[in-house]
């Protein structure tokens, strides 16, 4: 099963049913299945909870291997047990070169569909090259993202020049968050 789903992803409960059926002469349920599936796709890719505590040695990494890079955790107390709750990245050289971007920045999120979900958000510049330079990633609030966001780049003086581009959904919660920041 693990090397099935190492193979394709894609892996479907109904295609192990068939596999065992094929396979073994014999059927199982679909809660079986999926529980199976559940258990190989632990083992070929980690507990999610195992993944999570390992987050902080990801943030330490990322700033060895990038010396000046920015990365935030930020977990919750919850019964007594911490719960990751943000991420947010700010690699050195991307920073470093903001300075020679247009000033404008797209800001843009996408909805995690996995076993916790959430959004993950990035902003991006073109440079003086006409090539897109990824500034920042971060999961979760808005507000916080662009709070830590407009500090790193050099703070409300600097990003009162620059013009945030967005999509027309998020407008009116964006333009109330930006505000909320600048003041």
């Not at 700010?90 to 995690?112: E, Q, T, V, W």
């Not at 440079?127 to 780049?153: A, G, R, T």
């Amino acid at each position: 099963m693990e090397t099935s789903l190492s193979q394709n992803p894609r892996l479907r409960s109904n295609d192990v049913r068939n596999k065992v059926v094929k396979k073994l002469n014999t059927s199982i349920s679909k809660s079986k299945a999926q529980w199976e599936m559940a258990m190989a796709l632990k083992n070929v890719h980690g507990s999610f909870q195992y993944q999570y505590r390992q987050i902080y040695d990801y943030a330490h990494e990322l700033m060895s291997a990038n010396l000046g890079s920015i990365v935030k955790v930020k977990v919750e107390d919850i019964n007594d047990f911490k719960v990751f709750n943000r991420f947010y990245v700010c690699l050195k050289a991307y920073n470093d070169n903001f300075i020679s971007c247009r000033p404008i920045i797209a800001l843009d999120g996408c909805f995690l569909k996995g076993f916790y979900g959430g959004e993950l958000l990035t902003t991006v510049g073109k440079d003086p090259n006409d090539q897109m330079l990824p500034l920042v990633e971060c999961k979760e609030s808005w507000s916080w993202f662009l709070q830590i966001l407009i500090e790193d780049l050099g703070g409300v003086d600097v990003c009162q020049g620059i013009t945030f581009m967005f999509d027309q959904q998020k407008v009116y919660s964006l333009l109330t968050t930006i505000d909320f920041v600048y003041v």
